[in-house]
């Protein structure tokens, strides 16, 4: 059963889901790919939505939360959860370009190279934002391009991060 809470972000409200105690998802109210038909949020607090406000909590008082202690299973394609793992690879700070990203998944995969605009499209359907850090992939030649939450957000995130 898919469970549902709310969480202030500093820009705007985001809406957890979990499902038998893994995070499932956190979109920005609004933002491009937001699921429809999710339950309304429920009054009782369960575990995992506890443990992902102190995470967010965390990451927004400026700190590096371990992202690994949170239970996730975001759902997707084969393709594009080994995509959202390699954004998890990116370290807090640092970011990496979609072509980067293709090219290491190629390299991965044993290909001799691989579309960064398949990439991209894994990226910006990623269910988790923030927390799988999807902010982190820039356009070619470093340029700030593409988040379904807005570039004001990407930026805010970067910002936060001390990348801008």
């Known amino acids: 059963m898919i469970q549902t809470a ?4 500093p820009y705007g409200r985001y809406v957890m889901a979990a499902e038998d105690g893994a995070l499932t998802g956190v979109w ?3 933002q491009k790919y937001f699921p429809s038909g999710l339950p309304e949020p429920s009054d ?3 575990e995992i939505f506890a443990h992902t406000r102190r995470w967010l909590d965390a990451y927004f008082a400026g700190r590096q939360p371990d992202v690994s202690a949170l239970p996730m ?3 997707g394609s084969a393709f594009a959860r080994r995509v959202w793992q390699l954004l998890l690879e990116i370290p807090y700070g640092q970011t990496v370009t979609y072509g980067g990203l293709a090219k290491r998944l190629a ?3 044993g290909l001799a190279q691989l579309s960064a605009q398949a990439v991209g499209g894994a990226v ?3 269910p988790i934002s923030v927390i799988i850090p999807c902010h982190r992939v820039l356009g070619a030649k470093n340029q700030l391009t593409g ?3 807005g570039l004001d957000v990407k930026t805010f ?3 936060l991060e001390g990348v801008l």
């Open 73 to 75: 299973a975001p759902k």
């Open 107 to 109: 390299e991965q995969r």
């Open 6 to 9: 709310f969480y202030d972000a």
């Open 157 to 159: 995130l970067l910002k």
């Open 44 to 46: 009782g607090e369960s």
């Open 28 to 30: 920005l109210e609004g």
């Open 147 to 149: 988040y379904a939450g």
């Open 124 to 126: 910006g359907h990623n």
